[in-house]
């Protein structure tokens, strides 16, 4: 299959990660309260949602290497088990170290997922059809993101909160199993290709100095710490303002439900905007909304606040992908994408622990406006940042990414 050709592998490998993306969703949540449940405090919940992205953070490059001269899909069921298996074991054990362990476990098979599906999203997409195809495919985690906490809410609750959170975790593991069901078929094409290309690996240090790489992995890591603090630390926040875990479910599934419609109009909000201002509106305003959830607003305003929040964080996932592969040297765009997600790790490592120490120190809602002027930070990188844009005709010509520099990214 050629660049841009049959799309049931995207239709299949949205499904896929909206079972896995939907388990992951529904089981961070979960952890946090049954670590509640049994006895941690808001600094060991961030330091057990910090373990999730340790593991992966090391990972990612080795695994990007890998994948740039080998096969995408085969990482796919190995992330689907380590999801799978972290989810399950999390909800048997009664230790908060061993929470922490099987957390890393399922960061690392989201690490495995993620890779190989990005890795197949850039390989099997002609140039111009990237920020569609990268659009779609992070429907499949929008998806997820509003399935898993609803699902969880409804599960947890209750005097027996420790067990009620336990399986939820035991129904997640059993919800990214599902995932299998679209895996089967999916085939990466390119894959001969690149093996026999072979090739000299490309530096990390160039790759990280290639123009217009590391704007896109900040505002990766950005958009992605506000989104982990969110699914994370809103339990917590629910707790100290009195909102039952079935309202906060159904809170960060407004939020999740809001990035889908965004990334259904993607498309024509690029040509209005252009990839440049769309992405310093988005970031600079979601900076505005995070902070704004530190205040002691009513439930609706908190609602109506995440609702344009997802809206705007569902901008940035997509675009940074591609912004990150079409600047990237080509034969080190999986390892380009690798590093682009070990930012994401070192966010999700960082901001819940920092979230956890700032929280201990300055109240449950202080780690939200932390993240805005993260995303603020990001808002200013993405205006100086230049960009690339796909040039279909030279991509269709050569059957691979063709590139060309604009003034609107």
Same mark, same amino acid.
């Given at each position: 299959?050629?660049? #841009?050709?049959?799309?049931?592998?995207?239709?299949?490998?949205?499904?896929?990660?909206?079972?896995?993306?939907?388990?992951v969703s529904m089981?961070?949540?979960?952890?946090?309260?049954?670590?509640?449940?049994?006895?941690?405090? +808001?600094?060991?919940?961030?330091?057990?949602?910090?373990?999730?992205?340790?593991?992966?953070?090391?990972?990612?490059?080795?695994? #990007?290497?890998? /994948?740039?001269?080998?096969?995408?899909?085969?990482?796919?069921?190995?992330?689907?088990?380590?999801?799978?298996?972290?989810?399950a074991l999390s909800g048997l054990t009664g230790s908060l170290v061993a929470m922490a362990l099987w957390s890393g476990v399922m960061g690392l098979g989201h690490l495995c997922f993620v890779i190989g599906a990005q890795s197949l999203v850039a390989r099997q997409s002609a140039p111009h059809e990237q920020d569609r195809n990268f659009g779609h495919f992070t429907i499949g985690a929008s998806l997820g993101q509003l399935a898993g906490p609803i699902a969880a809410g409804g599960l947890i609750g209750g005097p027996d909160r420790a067990g009620s959170s336990a399986l939820a975790l035991l129904v997640a593991g059993a919800g990214a199993a599902v995932a299998f069901t679209s895996?089967?078929?999916? +085939?990466?094409?390119?894959?001969?290709?690149?093996?026999?290309?072979?090739?000299?690996?490309?530096?990390? #240090?160039?790759?990280?100095?290639?123009?217009?790489?590391?704007?896109?992995?900040l505002v990766s890591l950005s958009v992605l710490s506000a989104t982990d603090?969110? /699914?994370?630390? !809103?339990?917590?926040v629910g707790e100290h303002r009195g909102i039952a875990p079935?309202?906060?479910?159904?809170?960060?599934?407004?939020?999740?439900?809001?990035?889908?419609?965004?990334?259904?109009?993607? /498309?024509?909000?690029l040509r209005l905007l252009g990839r440049t201002a769309l992405l310093v509106v988005t970031c600079a305003l979601a900076a505005l909304l995070c902070a704004g959830v530190a205040l002691p607003v009513?439930?609706?305003? !908190?609602?109506?606040?995440?609702?344009?929040?997802?809206?705007?964080?569902?901008? #940035?996932?997509?675009?940074?992908?591609? /912004?990150?592969?079409?600047?990237?040297?080509?034969?080190?765009?999986?390892?380009?994408?690798a590093l682009r997600l070990t930012g994401n790790r070192l966010g999700q490592a960082a901001a819940p622990a920092g979230a956890g120490l700032i929280a201990g120190l300055a109240g449950v809602a202080a780690p939200?406006? !932390?993240?805005?002027?993260?995303?603020?930070?990001?808002?200013?990188?993405? !205006?100086?940042?230049p960009g690339t844009a796909p040039r279909p005709e030279a991509g269709e010509r050569r059957g691979r990414p063709g590139l060309r520099r604009t003034s609107d990214i």
């Open positions: 299959m050629a660049p #841009g050709g049959n799309r049931g592998w995207l239709l299949r490998l949205v499904i896929a990660f909206g079972c896995a993306q939907g388990a089981a961070r949540p979960a952890v946090s309260y049954r670590a509640l449940a049994l006895g941690a405090d +808001e600094r060991a919940v961030g330091v057990i949602a910090g373990v999730y992205a340790l593991f992966p953070l090391f990972a990612a490059v080795p695994l #990007g290497r890998r /994948t740039d001269h080998g096969r995408c899909a085969p990482l796919l069921p190995v992330g689907v088990v380590l999801i799978a298996g972290g989810c895996l089967w078929r999916i +085939e990466d094409d390119t894959a001969a290709k690149n093996r026999t290309a072979g090739g000299s690996r490309v530096p990390v #240090g160039r790759i990280l100095r290639t123009r217009g790489v590391p704007a896109g992995i603090i969110l /699914t994370a630390y !809103l339990p917590v079935s309202v906060v479910g159904v809170l960060l599934s407004v939020r999740a439900a809001a990035s889908i419609a965004c990334r259904l109009v993607l /498309t024509p909000l009513p439930v609706w305003a !908190l609602g109506a606040m995440l609702a344009v929040l997802g809206f705007c964080l569902g901008v #940035g996932q997509p675009l940074s992908m591609t /912004t990150v592969v079409q600047a990237a040297p080509e034969d080190a765009r999986s390892t380009a994408l939200f406006v !932390l993240l805005g002027a993260l995303l603020l930070l990001s808002a200013g990188v993405a !205006l100086r940042a």
